[in-house]
């Protein structure tokens, strides 16, 4: 059972006995908190100097101590506590905490700065318990923040102006993109992440950085959801495959850096994430395990369960003609279809799009150049070309177009992003253009026909990228994602196009490359209401240890590690899990043992074909919730020779105490 299954009850545990009287005394005694053994159940010990607590442990802390405050009513909107960066990801946010005798909104304007005019949001929440989140913050400045009460109809109350400092920036997010034109200001967000350099960050229409987080997720970047929450992959946990290594551990989060869930995946997953419907179960990209091909399936998993609950390998519906490599298929993004439970996915590594139809587990259609599957399993399933169509290469980015097509119940528009490369899957057909493209289909799925409506021309971009369609402004964004060779020192660009005339109105530089980037405004609605606690946050579950009955040979002639073995692994404590960083496929196996209980997680079941991601450096897991309570000692097969190793950890059925130092 996961530690915060455990400790879903004793709410007084973490309560502060003492009045938290500014941010300042907040913060230290935050920390404190975070020291999560001596303030609720811990059921784990060991001599492993690295502990690392999940976010969703510090979300539990922090929320339960922002309730205790509302409840004790030491705040009133003349003495309002300013919490910055609340739960220590999000520093351009803020949350501001009081109480008012009556009920009533709360709605707060950021003075504008650096030719960035005001921004305002209101909560919409009538109530007499304010947790206001603040975003929109500007960097490194002393931001003016006007507070305004309103009464159920809008008319104000009250009002004051508060102070809020914020940090600078660090790389990769400083100063990390400029305006290189600007025809026509926006008044959303361009929300960016993922790529080599990894960062997550937002900008207005004058580059300013409104948003970002401090830590680096997977390079696919963080998965944005329609409500303003996103899926955040950790960059170096992860599970060992046949090539990619995925993410397995993931956090539902807001923008304020609270996690909703953590969600524990046997496969992972990679480069795309959806929600089927708002707050609804999610759809993401995985790997089959039974075979030696990888980012070839489709898996759905419940919101609040982290349970998978479908999962298609996409092997299945192609004969063998193509699957001549191990990424064969390479799906890089999914869009979906509610009335038809229905998909539609990017196979880069095919230039194909393919509609899906999940419960028949079956395919509706095939876009892509004819001739690609001639003689094949699907030839019947393609689309017939009207018209003539400039065909798209290794694309990106498949997006269902909403507008006024919508009313016709026989046609689907889509979208995608043609990087128009054909590096990974030569074709005879292809032109050689050192040109991408953002590209828009009508599909006729009656006559199965499909004619190309738009496409907007963009510089090289070889990889990643995403486009977006915004019908009611009559605008079309290219995310131009990865730029090489650089243009003009910029590794990516954001381009904005009028979608009648093709003209390009606006054009974002970005000093660092990136996987996805998005328009966004902020849901301080949704961010504003606490988090229902009374279910556990981690669920899911991730592939568990053998319960072994003997000792193996291996390990009664184990060596002990020396020095040298040992500065290659990284050992340390995530929460309930035992992990291990190395070199992908370098460690073998880990064995904890005792005299009375021996369990092994084994990773031989796959191998790395791929040269490319031999490199990579990540922790895998050895989840230690179902096992015996017990004392246990370490060992581990690396590089075909097994090892001791001076690390134990204790397991028991009751609280236990350490003075080992904790992180989040």
């Known amino acids: 059972m996961n530690i915060l299954s455990k400790i879903a009850a004793p709410v007084k545990e973490v309560i502060l006995h003492t009045a938290t009287c500014n941010e300042e005394r907040f913060t230290k005694e935050s920390k404190k908190l975070t020291n999560v053994r001596d303030y609720y159940s811990n059921y784990y010990d060991s001599n492993l100097y ?47 905490v009081f109480n008012t005798e009556n ?56 009002k004051k102006t508060i102070k809020i400092k914020t940090p600078p920036l660090n790389a990769p997010v400083k100063d990390c993109v400029e305006i290189t034109k600007m ?24 580059g300013n950085i409104r948003f970002a987080l401090t830590r680096i997720p997977q390079y696919y ?85 982290g349970e998978t609950i479908y ?13 001549t490599r191990n990424d064969w298929a390479h799906i890089n993004s999914i869009d979906y279809i509610p009335a038809e439970e229905s998909v539609v996915i990017s196979m880069r590594n095919v230039h194909t799009i393919a509609k899906i139809n999940l419960p028949k587990r079956e395919i509706v259609w095939i876009l892509t ?60 057909w292809f032109d050689g253009v050192e040109k991408s493209n953002v590209m828009f289909f009508t599909i006729d799925e009656v006559n199965r026909t499909v004619r190309q409506d738009k496409v907007f021309e963009t510089p090289l971009s070889i990889t990643r990228s995403n486009s977006e369609y915004y019908p009611e402004k009559g605008r079309v964004m290219a995310m ?52 229902n606690q009374d279910k556990p946050q981690i669920v899911g579950t991730l592939i568990n240890p053998v319960k072994l009955d003997t000792l193996p040979e291996e390990l009664k002639n184990a060596q002990a590690a020396t020095e040298e073995i040992m500065s290659e692994l990284k050992f340390r404590r995530y929460g309930d899990i035992l992990q291990i960083s190395a070199v992908d496929h370098d460690l073998q196996k880990i064995y904890m043992y005792s005299d009375k209980n021996i369990y092994m997680q084994d990773f031989t079941d796959t191998e790395q074909p791929l040269k490319v991601f031999k490199t990579q450096r990540y922790f895998v897991n050895m989840p230690m919730m179902d096992m015996q309570p017990d004392t246990y000692k370490i060992a581990v097969q690396y590089l075909s020779k097994t090892y001791t190793t001076d690390y134990n950890v204790k397991i028991s059925d009751e609280p236990i105490k350490s003075e080992n130092t904790d992180e989040i």
């Not at 599970?239 to 869930?261: E, F, K």
């Not at 507008?403 to 128009?420: A, G, Q, S, V, W």
């Open 369 to 428: 150049n004819p001739k690609f599957y001639k003689g094949t399993n699907v030839e019947d399933k393609v689309l017939k070309p009207e018209g003539e169509i400039a065909w798209f290469y290794q694309q990106h980015g498949i997006q269902i177009v909403h507008d006024e097509t919508d009313k016709d119940p026989n046609t689907l528009r889509i979208m995608l992003f043609d990087n128009h490369t054909a590096n990974r899957r030569p074709v005879e």
């Open 50 to 96: 690295s502990r690392v607590e999940p976010p969703a442990m510090l979300t539990f802390i922090k929320e339960r101590m922002i309730e205790n405050i509302l409840d004790k009513e030491d705040y009133s909107f003349k003495r309002t506590l300013v919490i910055k960066n609340p739960f220590r990801i999000s520093p351009l946010s803020a949350m501001v």
């Open 183 to 206: 025809e026509d200001k926006f008044d959303d967000f361009k929300f960016v992440s993922g790529g080599y350099s990894g960062g997550v960050y937002a900008f207005d229409c004058n």
């Open 221 to 305: 970047g963080v998965y944005l959801f329609d409500d303003g929450r996103f899926l955040f992959p950790e960059k170096n946990i992860r599970v060992p495959a046949y090539g990619n290594a995925h993410t397995v551990i993931t956090h539902d989060m807001d923008m304020l850096g609270r996690v909703y869930h953590t969600y524990h995946q046997r496969k992972g997953l990679h480069h795309w994430a959806i929600e089927k419907e708002p707050d609804g179960n999610i759809l993401s990209l995985s790997s089959s395990i039974i075979d030696t091909y990888m980012e070839n399936a489709i898996v759905e998993f419940d919101r609040n369960t």
């Open 480 to 531: 131009c994602a990865h730029f090489k060779p650089e243009i003009d020192g910029y590794k990516a660009k954001l381009y904005e196009f009028d979608y009648n005339t093709g003209k390009c109105i606006n054009e974002m530089s970005c000093k660092t490359d990136y996987f996805t980037a998005h328009s966004f405004d902020f849901n301080v609605k949704a961010m504003s209401a606490p988090l």
């Open 103 to 158: 009920e009533c909104m709360v709605e707060y304007t950021i003075k504008g700065k650096n030719n960035s005019k005001d921004y305002t949001k209101c909560d919409e929440t009538v109530t007499k318990r304010h947790r206001v989140p603040v975003l929109g913050l500007y960097e490194d400045t002393i931001n003016n923040v006007e507070l305004r009460l309103l009464d159920k109809s809008g008319n104000e109350l009250a």
């Open 311 to 323: 999962d298609l390998n996409v092997n299945e519906l192609f004969d063998d003609k193509y699957k």
